[in-house]
């Protein structure tokens, strides 16, 4: 029964977000096989998991989308339901190269979705965004706000959720969770796994934490002109250990919930660029130059979740705050400077 201790299937398992989900699964009783093409991730982090949990996940190395192999792994491994991070997620690469988004992250979900169907498994829990919440127009941004893109990888979140919601109401069978992220940060505590993006980062976080360990000159606030507090871009920062924390209570939530639910992730408050820099600096006592430089196009001003749905429904709530994003962040990158290469 869903809930209970199950066997798991998570794609995507040994990168940020999924390695850490892939530990908190662990830790709640549940065997895990995880499904990798390793594209953005290193066989190292299965170690490490192994190390912190006390429990080595089994590896599979392949594509969603290699429908033989996702078969073979069903069938010897016969998970009860699968959590589904694999994907790509840079947004400017999408701009520039959407066929292969939308090849990779819609035509694979839809191969893996197949492929699940045929094996009779029905229980999904999709690593979804904010992003499809476009610009919004009120904030908080609650689960009703109207969902649409901006950009080519926010377009594949929307159309896997509407992928998901359509095969829910053919067949009532089918559990879904959307789970719309705001924006993860940090590192588990342990400093043992973290972010490790490939080339020069895209996010905030991983960018101060880069500056801090010397590999960038100093930080590039993009614009200081907004209508916010201190005129820098406002975003509602989650611990990664507490996202991962919140597929732990989907999967236990689709026990009694069939159809397609979605929820957002986040902790309610925004914090400013300017707030997660001084912070960074404050906690861990180390400087942070920064540089002002034009807005960016399509940025918003401020972009923050009400969590209440998630709180109600699935008995979730964000416990750690901007000061542990910023610790455990530096703990991950000063431990190791050149991530999972190192």
């Avoid at 191969?111 to 904030?139: C, Q």
């Avoid at 980062?201 to 101060?208: F, V």
Wanted: hydrophobic residues 40%; negative net charge.
């Amino acid at each position: 029964m869903v809930g209970d201790h199950m066997r798991l299937l998570v794609t995507g398992g040994a990168g940020y977000i999924g390695s850490h989900t892939v530990i908190e699964l662990i830790g709640a009783g549940h065997d895990v096989v995880i499904l990798d093409n390793l594209s953005n991730s290193h066989t190292v982090v299965i170690d490490r998991i192994s190390e912190i949990s006390g429990t080595r996940p089994t590896l599979v190395v392949g594509d969603i989308g290699d429908a033989e192999l996702v078969d073979s792994l069903l069938s010897e491994h016969s998970p009860e339901a699968v959590v589904h991070f694999a994907g790509l997620k840079a947004v400017g690469e999408s701009v520039a190269q959407p066929l292969r988004y939308y090849r990779n992250n819609v035509a694979g979900t839809i191969s893996l979705l197949e492929r699940l169907d045929a094996h009779d498994i029905r229980t999904l829990v999709f690593s979804s965004s904010a992003t499809v919440y476009g610009e919004p127009e009120s904030l908080p941004i609650t689960e009703d706000a109207p969902v649409w893109s901006v950009n080519p990888y926010g377009e594949t979140k929307v159309q896997i959720e509407h992928i998901l919601s359509d095969l829910a109401v053919s067949d009532d069978r089918w559990r879904f969770a959307a789970l719309r992220y705001f924006n993860p940060v940090g590192a588990h505590p342990s400093g043992r796994i973290g972010e490790d993006p490939p080339d020069i980062p895209n996010n905030l976080m991983p960018y101060i934490t880069q500056v801090a360990v010397g590999a960038l000159d100093r930080v590039m606030v993009f614009g200081d002109d907004y209508d916010t507090p201190d005129g820098t871009g406002v975003r509602d920062y989650i611990h990664v250990v507490d996202l991962a924390r919140g597929h732990v209570a989907a999967i236990d939530a689709l026990g009694d919930r069939s159809g397609f639910h979605a929820w957002n992730l986040g902790t309610g408050v925004g914090t400013s660029v300017l707030e997660l820099i001084n912070t960074f600096r404050s906690v861990n006592e180390v400087d942070i130059p920064y540089e002002i430089t034009p807005r960016r196009p399509g940025d918003t001003a401020a972009s923050y979740t009400d969590p209440a749905k998630a709180e109600r429904d699935l008995g979730w709530k964000a416990q750690h705050d901007v000061a542990d994003m910023c610790r455990h962040s530096w703990r991950w990158q000063s431990r190791n400077p050149t991530g999972y290469r190192g």
